[in-house]
């Protein structure tokens, strides 16, 4: 079978309702954070990706037994110190960059050196921003490279507390100190930079010592060590970031609406539907809860008239950080010029992202004009494509390939895009999904 997609249609309007695959930031939270409870957690609708699955491997890795039952997932914890450390230990992260960031705040007090590879989008990325604020703890590491992978880890027995200062809101580097300090000695301090807040709320559930003080753009958090977590079970609410191509997809297809049921609207993962709602997409929230600190919704989506310019604010680019790719979409076909501004994190990502937002809209016939941190997008509402487009060498990122398919949808022409294996990542299921608004 080749490892790639054709489309030769425009979708027709629709009128859905679909189920997205389980959170990918809580699935892989919840495989970690299980693995050092005591006894078993049990966990439904986890996410099975790749990046997932390769948690799962991790944490076998240090004896911690898991049993997977298609959406259901046990794991029997040993404890805070539970890991079994070995020599000659290899971690292979894959493409997950949230594995990879946070095991490393797990594994700080193995004796041995633990090497952690990852395939070559990973390698390329940036460990400095977790390794210098580890190694603060007492932790020794080692590169091949000057950031990126692999690396070595030594972790140390006489962990000390830290005070960190986290200024670029990447909330890994947050979660890898957070992990680091339920083995360190006295309290760790974090003033962390507005970002996602998934780890602090499980951690708040489970009652472990954890306070957070919100101030402006700034969280602080202090933590002391713990001896015990106790089992976590959880059933984890759908993907925002996944559900977001089809609220796009539903935005760009004339007299289409679609319900997406029991989303994370976490508010630090909703800077997408602010976004889309200031350009003019309808968007409510229905049957809206509270689960274990995260805020849960149905999303009922119709698409707009027309759509609206905007200057984006930059105070909302955390938040839709891995949803920039589709919304470019969005403003190529707006009235008007929209801005995109301070975006340097984009390029950080599994590809050169925002590199790889103005490709694709140059290729479907848009003007834009972009920095290595900003894009302008001069929309076209009439925009239609005939011409093929050829999508590849984008190294497997799998939002790009969703961001392509979601453009040959909308837009119309003769679309081959490459690699769609590349959704195994973190929505495996995106193709299944895409038949069904079809059908």
């Not at 011409?387 to 799998?398: A, C, F, P, T």
């Amino acid at each position: 079978m080749p490892n790639k997609i054709t489309v030769n249609h425009k979708i027709k309007s629709f009128d859905k309702s679909i189920i997205i695959p389980g959170d990918k930031s809580l699935s892989i939270r919840w495989v970690l954070i299980a693995s050092l409870a005591s006894g078993k957690s049990i966990a439904n609708n986890l996410l099975m990706s790749e990046d997932v699955k390769a948690a799962i491997k991790t944490v076998r890795k240090f004896g911690i037994k898991v049993k997977v039952k298609k959406k259901r997932c046990e794991i029997y914890g040993k404890g805070i110190y539970g890991y079994v450390f070995k020599k000659g230990i290899t971690i292979d992260a894959k493409n997950s960059g949230t594995l990879a960031r946070l095991i490393l705040g797990l594994i700080i007090d193995s004796p041995f050196p633990i090497k952690l590879i990852g395939d070559q989008s990973l390698s390329k990325r940036d460990f400095r921003r977790v390794t210098d604020p580890l190694s603060k703890f007492g932790v020794k590491f080692k590169y091949k490279n000057k950031n990126g992978l692999p690396l070595s880890l030594t972790g140390s027995n006489k962990l000390k507390a830290i005070s960190y200062s986290e200024n670029r809101g990447s909330a890994q580097c947050k979660s890898s100190i957070i992990f680091g300090s339920l083995k360190a000695k006295g309290k760790t301090q974090i003033k962390a930079k507005k970002s996602r807040n998934h780890t602090e709320l499980l951690f708040k559930s489970l009652k472990l010592p954890i306070k957070v003080l919100k101030k402006n753009n700034f969280d602080y958090i202090e933590l002391n060590p713990v001896n015990k977590i106790r089992k976590l079970n959880y059933n984890i609410p759908s993907d925002i970031s996944s559900a977001a191509f089809f609220i796009i997809l539903t935005a760009l297809t004339k007299n289409s609406k679609l319900l997406i049921k029991n989303i994370n609207i976490n508010p630090s993962r909703i800077g997408v539907i602010k976004i889309l709602k200031i350009m003019g997409v309808k968007i409510k929230f229905q049957k809206i809860k509270i689960y274990k600190g995260e805020k849960i919704s149905d999303i009922m989506i119709s698409s707009p008239k027309k759509i609206k310019r905007i200057n984006c604010p930059v105070n909302l680019n955390s938040g839709a950080i891995d949803e920039f790719l589709s919304v470019f979409l969005l403003a190529a076909k707006a009235e008007g010029i929209s801005y995109f501004k301070k975006l340097e994190e984009l390029d950080k990502k599994e590809s050169p992202r925002l590199k790889w937002g103005a490709k694709i809209l140059k290729l479907i016939g848009v003007k834009v004009v972009s920095t290595n941190n900003s894009i302008k997008i001069y929309g076209n509402p009439k925009l239609t494509i005939r011409k093929k487009i050829v999508i590849k060498n984008y190294l497997k990122d799998h939002r790009v390939f969703m961001t392509s398919m979601i453009a040959a949808l909308a837009f119309g022409g003769k679309w081959e895009i490459h690699d769609k294996d590349s959704i195994n990542t973190s929505f495996p299921t995106f193709l299944k999904l895409v038949s069904k608004l079809k059908k």
